[in-house]
């Protein structure tokens, strides 16, 4: 009893350092692609995503196959640029691969999706903690049908709810995190990212830019109910598609919490995305997004992936440039 009390009392403190995506910057101050004079983004030692990843996916919940492809074909384009025009998805990822770890091995540029499951069931019901993601990718790779791996060398496990599933601080805090598997819920540690689907809950909040928050406290700025049509014609999916992007950037720089991140305290950490929240082109900042192209329909993109697909994602933090960068930027 005394040995599962201390695992109790370990998995309640474990559960303070949960890397969360706050979709927040309606409210944030000018940030004009970041300031190299105010952050402080250093290198704690840890380990990044050096290995070819095998991203391993978790369909949670009853998912429209359109979405689905359309997702699958975003993460395929992360290593692919031969074929696909510039800017792409991969010279996007570029940018992430900047990071390296002590030994000066860069993140991968090889994501592969390596697996997929379909938990249409929902074996852990419609409403989940943040812990429910561990025991989903239990489940996962313990499934008497076609289970997972359970890879604790080179696996990235993604898990993606369905709209009609809640998870906690989902809409209210958080779009999506990532963090690691505990030993005592999994078997081994690997790092996992979850991913909400918010085109039915809060488009406004977790869509963005594809849909304005209802309660921002300011108009739109193209004076519409959002600010760019969605490239792939459905918001929740593009808006998720960014939050995406931006939990595998944080996941391969800092998939241990003890790597890539900004700020004193390990327990709330400021990642490479977190520091460009609401930048997609140049000149973004204070509620607009920046410069970025459109399709003949209207719609806004910043990179190109397979399949003509394209896809607007978040930048991220260059630290050979000390500012928010996109392979779409105008400098």
């Known amino acids: ?44 030692m840890g380990p990044v995503l050096a290995s070819a990843i095998n991203l391993y996916i978790i369909w949670y919940g009853q998912w429209n196959p359109t979405h689905q492809a359309t997702i699958r074909d975003f993460l395929d384009s992360l290593s692919s640029s031969s074929s696909v025009p510039y800017p792409s998805v991969a010279d996007w990822w ?50 008497h049908s076609r289970p997972l791996p359970l890879n604790p ?22 779009c999506g995190f990532h963090y690691f598997t505990f030993p005592i819920l999994v078997g081994v540690t690997v790092p996992y990212a979850w991913v909400g689907y918010s085109g039915t809950q809060c488009p406004g909040m ?42 595998l950037a ?37 509620g607009y997004m920046g410069k970025v192209y459109k399709d003949a329909w209207g719609n806004g993109y910043n990179v190109h992936g397979v399949k003509g697909r394209r896809f607007l994602v978040q930048w991220v933090w260059n630290p050979v440039k000390r500012r928010c960068f996109g392979p779409n930027a105008m400098d």
């Open 1 to 44: 009893m005394q040995k599962f009390t201390c695992y109790v009392v370990l998995l309640l403190f474990l559960l303070c350092f949960f890397q969360a995506f706050s979709w927040s910057q309606f409210n944030q101050g000018e940030n004009y692609e970041g300031s190299s004079d105010l952050i402080n983004l250093e290198y704690h």
């Open 94 to 143: 570029d940018t992430v691969r900047l990071y390296t770890d002590q030994t000066g091995s860069n993140i991968t540029a090889t994501i592969s999706i390596s697996g997929e499951l379909y938990d249409s069931g929902y074996s852990h019901g419609v409403y989940l903690s943040r812990l429910s993601m561990q025991s989903i990718i239990k489940a996962a790779v313990t499934s």
């Open 153 to 174: 060398h080179n696996g990235l496990y993604l898990v993606l709810t369905s709209q009609d599933v809640q998870v906690e601080d989902f809409c209210r805090a958080v």
């Open 206 to 247: 977790c869509a963005y830019p594809f849909a304005w928050p209802k309660y921002s406290g300011k108009p739109p700025p193209t004076g519409g109910n959002d600010i760019t049509h969605a490239p792939n014609g459905d918001a929740g999916v593009d808006g998720m598609i960014s939050v995406i992007a931006h939990e």
């Open 250 to 286: 944080e996941v391969s720089s800092n998939p241990l919490i003890n790597a890539w991140y900004a700020g004193e305290d390990p327990t709330a950490p400021t990642e490479i995305a977190d520091l460009c929240l609401g930048l997609y082109g140049s000149g973004g900042g204070g």
